[in-house]
């Protein structure tokens, strides 16, 4: 068998696979912080606090309305993207005039009220989500056992990535936003809805945090405290790819799980640290971001 | 630097010194604060449920010792150090308090009891984990009840090791804490005839295990340590449970899980699953009793350590309405004469180090079809004796044991 | 004629500005020393540190317009360095364990502000704040900070190898002077020259470019001071308590001083110690009361109501309150 600094070439290639699936969450929820940061210029310290009610609120209607996973895919999104709506028609929009950093300021507040409140409400220990049936099992690959739950997650998060994406740059409404990306009061002249289209941005962007949560109900515990650690991480994703594009946020997430996937075999210790030691590089070099344009 | 040590030893006999004399109870009242983490990690393991355990055992003592009321106080630590210790000077200081109950996180909890030993005041540590507290951190004012990583470790190692499980991989959480547990359960299972085939470090917290399981499976070993805790020992066992670890023929050991864990995640993630654990609520009559009579105030089953707090805090009532004093060198001489005879422990002992031996239980979680109910979670293997279960003080670093 | 006037009147309000400044900072100081028989010590000095380190972080965010959301890093830098040194070393007297302490948050500011200082906004607050969770990691790995238990036992010993901080109160009068140099430095930096271009560069930094000043510099600058006095503040609090944990350097510890100097009043020199007053005695009488539990809703709410409609802060909003009744 090939060996790859003594690592069977078929093993690395599993941990790659798996890695991909990282990185696939750390592509939605970079892409949900890169469209709301496109038009409304916060960062959406919330998106981890929205990602785990995503979780949660799958957890829930199951368990009280019976809502099962596939509608819950398409019912919890929209809810907490609702949510969002709230959040920004009645607290983001008071500030969107002044400086920004009190958007990142008043969603980290609010990612503080969510967490605290559900950990008061259910504690702290992780309640597990059972997988679809239709997504039970798994694959054997012959090198590894593939849950197919996990394939899924990995087809239906690119799925979601290229949808959005196709959207905001082949679309008329991605258009639209792209336009009030880079000049509001000019897009407000011609006629279009510019606050309407904030607050669908936002909304839109929260439910993307959503959906993700609903992916990785059955993967990992869900608890309260499930998005707030890995928010700092999408964070240091958004900075390595820069926050102008879309496309950026998505391929450096995948690229992000990818580095972090091989590390976890060759070295397990710097797991954590080493998307951080990818941002200083990136920094050093290129301090927009990969993707990013010079400010 | 003699000059400090002396300072100190002046000081500390100083503040010993007028509490030597008193036999009798300080302010006419006993004073109890419980401090715990209420709102973060380990609010499941004993926060408000430890508080109503304690509240429990003062109610079903009288609510009065020879007369002085029994006071209850309690505050959050929030898992800081800082805020525990702050509380606990506080408490000493502004309230005159005279025991410290509950006491979670390790750092939290060594950090108190220097504070309490400083200030000549007992505390009982029920909720942590680490052995350190009653070996190289072991004061004479406090107790640790419940259990620590050494009947955890130990005590699941050998007896998996007895039954046959001889080759291990671990999973170790990359700080002191799993490079102890790591450490320990290597010992073990190397001294029983077992062999270590392969182990990984994880970065501690790590939400995605996949890539460690995927390295478990891959090493062939009959067993897979989780030598970490809390979340990630959560995490682990749901990412085992996807990947059909149990399934592909491998056992997992927890080595650091409580009954709250095992509630949360549920019995299709964890069944299988050997652990150790100091007390279970379906032992017998008398824990049954008095777990139905907890579960009626919180609506759940107690762990281990809220019995823990109930146990102990009756244990120190006793000793405290025996000497008719609530001076805390007294109190826990009085203590460790008597033993611990309750629904927790049958004779219990608190050696010189503080640690409190008893009996220790390994325990299988049960699969969902022999479950008869929400909380039917363990069936018991085997009970580690005492002797066996604990640190033997020949090699303890606890500068109060001698020879 | 009338230019010379009206100057001469400024000059002469702001003569008595500083009258009625100096007073009330002497009135304070009286305070400051006589507290410790009032209120219990140990209370006292954790507000004293943090109100330190909030004055620390308010210098950056107030004065420069730069929002760290890593400060956390600072103060536990230097309260393991200090704690570390201390336990290891006996002989080492605490003054120089601080100093020690406070460097290695020097050093590490400089290395932070290097990376970060070509980026604003919101930018900055990202980058910054990446760069703490690592340094976290780093903390929990790195066997000399104790892992998950902490350091702990770390001796008060003796200042100057003269004079015991045994006892509460004498480590009080330490802790407060520490706190008092701490602040006369920030205060001379913002009144001073460079504190006039920081405020340039926060209004209008590509004015202050054109200008011909090295923005980059001043800011780096004011960085590095910044993460030295947040490190200060870590130092002398592992002494209060003896011991130094992995609290300090967690992300809700930078977004904790944060809301300590917007509740008390950003770019304001009284703000971050009111605000940390306020936050560290709420959290005190919260975790003793069965409302303990909703402690971080309780900030939370905080936050978003300060932003929404407090966004000066106490001290901003009473001085707002003084200047429209009394000029």
Known sequence: MTTIFGIPLMVLFGQLLLGLINGAFYALLSLGLAVIFGLLKVINFAHGAQYMLGAFAALLGLEYLGLDYWLALLVVPLVVGALGILIERVLLRRIQHIDHLYGLLLTFGLALIFEGTLVNLFGVSGSSYPVPEALAGGFNLGFMFLPTYRAWVLVAALAVCLFTWFMIERTRLGAYLRAGTENPRLMQAFGVNVPLLVTLTYGFGVALAAFAGVLAAPIYPVSPTMGSSLLIVVFAVVVIGGMGSILGAILTGLAMGLIEGLTKVFYPEAANTVIFLVMIMVLMLRPAGLFGKEA | ?403 | MAMSDTSTVTAARQRSARRRHGLLYLGLILLGLVAPFVAYPVFLMKILCFALFASAFNLLLGFAGLLSFGHAAFLATGAYITGFLLSTYPGLTPELGILAGTLGSVVLGLLFGLLAIRRQGIYFAMITLALAQMMFFLFIQSPFTGGEDGLHGVPRGELFGLFSLQSNLALYYFVFAVFVLGFALIQRTVHSPFGQVLKAIRENEPRAVSLGYDTDTYKLVAFVISAGLAGLAGATKTLVFQLASLGDAHWHMSGEVILMTLLGGVGTLLGPLVGSSLVIGLQHQLSQSPLGDWVSVILGSIFVLCVLSFRSGIIGELQKLVKRNFK
């Open chain 2, 1 to 403: 630097m003699n000059v400090t040590k002396h300072a100190l030893t002046a000081t500390a006999a100083l503040l010993l010194a007028p509490s030597l004399a008193q036999a009798e109870i300080s302010g006419d009242v006993v004073k109890i604060g419980y401090l715990a983490d209420m709102s973060g990690t380990y609010r499941d393991l004993a926060g408000q449920g430890g508080l109503e355990a304690l509240k429990m055992a003062v109610e079903d003592f009288g609510g009065e010792v020879n007369g002085a009321p029994i006071e209850v106080l309690s505050a959050d630590d929030r898992n800081s150090a800082d805020v525990g210790a702050n509380t606990v000077r506080g408490w000493i200081d502004q309230d005159n308090i005279d025991l410290v109950a509950g006491m979670v996180a390790s750092s939290v909890t060594i950090a108190v009891t220097k504070i309490l030993d400083q200030q000549g005041k007992l505390g009982i540590v029920s909720g942590s984990a680490a052995s350190s507290i009653t070996n190289e951190h072991c004061t004479p004012n406090h107790i640790h009840w419940v259990y620590d990583t050494y009947p955890m470790a130990h005590g699941t190692a050998k007896a998996i090791v007895d039954e046959g499980g001889d080759t291990w991989f671990l999973l170790t959480a990359d700080y002191a804490f799993g490079h102890a547990l790591e450490n320990d359960v290597e010992t073990v299972v190397e001294e029983n005839g077992g062999e270590i085939v392969g182990k990984v470090r994880h970065p501690f917290p790590t939400s995605d295990f996949s890539s460690y399981i995927l390295q478990a499976q891959g090493s062939g070993a009959k067993i897979v340590g989780l030598a970490n805790a809390g979340s990630d020992t959560v995490n682990a066992l749901t990412t085992a449970s996807q990947f059909g670890l149990v399934q592909s023929g491998q056992t997992l050991a927890g080595l650091l899980i409580f009954l709250n864990d095992v509630h949360a995640l549920g019995l299709d993630v964890t069944q299988g699953l050997q652990l150790t654990t100091g007390w279970y609520w379906d032992m017998n009559d008398e824990t049954r009793e008095w777990a139905n009579r907890y579960y009626e105030r919180t609506q759940r089953m107690p762990t281990m350590v809220q019995a823990g707090v109930y146990s102990s805090t009756l244990h120190y009532l006793n000793a405290v309405a025996e000497t008719g004093s609530d001076d805390a060198a007294t109190v826990r001489a009085q203590m460790a004469e008597t033993p611990v005879d309750d629904m927790f422990a049958s004779d219990g002992r608190i050696r010189e180090d503080g640690r409190m031996v008893h009996d220790m239980y390994l325990v299988e979680v049960k699969s969902p079809s022999e479950s008869e109910g929400e909380w039917d979670l363990y069936e018991i293997l085997r009970t580690i004796p005492a002797e066996e279960a604990f640190r033997p003080l020949s090699e303890s670093q606890c500068p109060l044991v001698k020879g």
